[in-house]
């Protein structure tokens, strides 16, 4: 008797024609259209191109007070002439020689106190303690102190940008500190990284995403702040060689009360042009030689 057992044979069984599959186009040549609606920047501008294109469509049929709501025509001329004669730019030079004082300074700060987070409790506790009671602070509400502190100047808004800078980047960076993995630690420690070596090499490189988003963060903050701040007080920064008082919060202001409508929203939008110029252009590059560049993000 065979020990084999049992095998349920299957029969044969040979299925029909099911004719061609359509699996679509493998691979194929883009189209113009294609190619053209695939860029982020073309797909951000048509956007733009139907605001201002509906803007412009709404003044002229609603019949709506310049007072309240020019036409986008008469603003991009308002704009131009601020630029050609009113010395737009320099007052745009003016807010951001300001900016940029008071960003670097908290740019300084925020990297002494996260560092000091990581290399000690007592560091920690401080920052914890220090961001949980000012970073809810509008920085706005500093400008009472400010103006008794520093008088009416540029040392009173470089004052304000201080706050709108240190709390959100020194809060990311500690979190991105927190968040890289304890297998990358044992392999800086292994390496014989200590102090600031051990942060500058390892740390930074491993949390540069959120420090990155912590940079952004505060700049945007610092920028609405400044804008904010000149809105009361920017007409006593002064530029004598080229003939231009105050900065754009400033222009804003002045045109508001001259009732020059147009160049109000000119000056709005100059605001809007420096954003996005900062944030797709400057922190763009920055995030595509270093994170994308890395793998740590997708491109």
């Known amino acids: 008797m065979s020990n084999v057992p049992n095998v349920l044979v299957r029969s044969e069984f040979e299925a029909d024609e099911i004719g061609k599959a359509e699996t679509g186009d493998v691979a194929r040549k883009l189209t113009l259209f ?3 609606s695939d860029m982020n920047s073309v797909r951000k501008l048509s956007i733009l191109v139907l605001v201002i294109v509906a803007w412009e469509i709404y003044t002229r049929l609603s019949g709506v007070s310049e007072l309240i709501l020019p036409k986008f025509s008469a603003t991009a ?3 131009y002439q601020a630029v050609m004669s009113e010395q737009l730019l320099a007052m745009v030079w003016n807010s951001m020689t300001v900016l940029v004082t008071g960003y670097a300074i908290g740019l300084a700060i925020a990297t002494l106190l996260t560092t000091a987070a990581t290399m000690s409790r007592f560091g920690n506790d401080v920052l914890s303690t220090l961001t949980a009671m000012l970073n809810p602070l509008p920085a706005i509400a500093l400008l009472p102190l400010a103006l008794l ?9 470089i004052f304000t940008l201080l706050h709108s800078v240190i709390w959100p ?3 990311n960076a500690h979190v991105g500190f927190m968040s890289v993995s304890e297998t990358q630690r044992m392999v800086g420690r292994n390496y014989g990284l ?7 090499k390892l740390l930074i490189p491993a949390a540069f995403p959120q420090i990155l988003m912590g940079l952004k963060i505060g700049w945007a903050y610092a920028w609405r702040t400044l804008i904010a701040a000149e809105l009361v007080f920017g007409g006593s920064i002064s530029d004598t060689s080229e003939g231009a008082s105050g900065g754009l919060g400033w222009f804003i202001f002045a045109n508001q009360m001259d009732l020059q409508i147009a160049h109000v929203f000119a000056g709005l939008f100059t605001v809007i042009l420096v954003g996005v110029f900062v944030e797709n252009v400057i922190f763009n590059a920055i995030e595509n030689r270093t994170v994308r560049r890395w793998g740590m993000q997708a491109r």
């Open 169 to 171: 980047v020194a809060l």
């Open 34 to 36: 294609e190619r053209i």
């Open 77 to 79: 001329e308002a704009l």
């Open 149 to 157: 502190w520093f008088g009416l100047g540029a040392d009173a808004i």
């Open 194 to 200: 200590k102090g600031l070596v051990y942060v500058g």
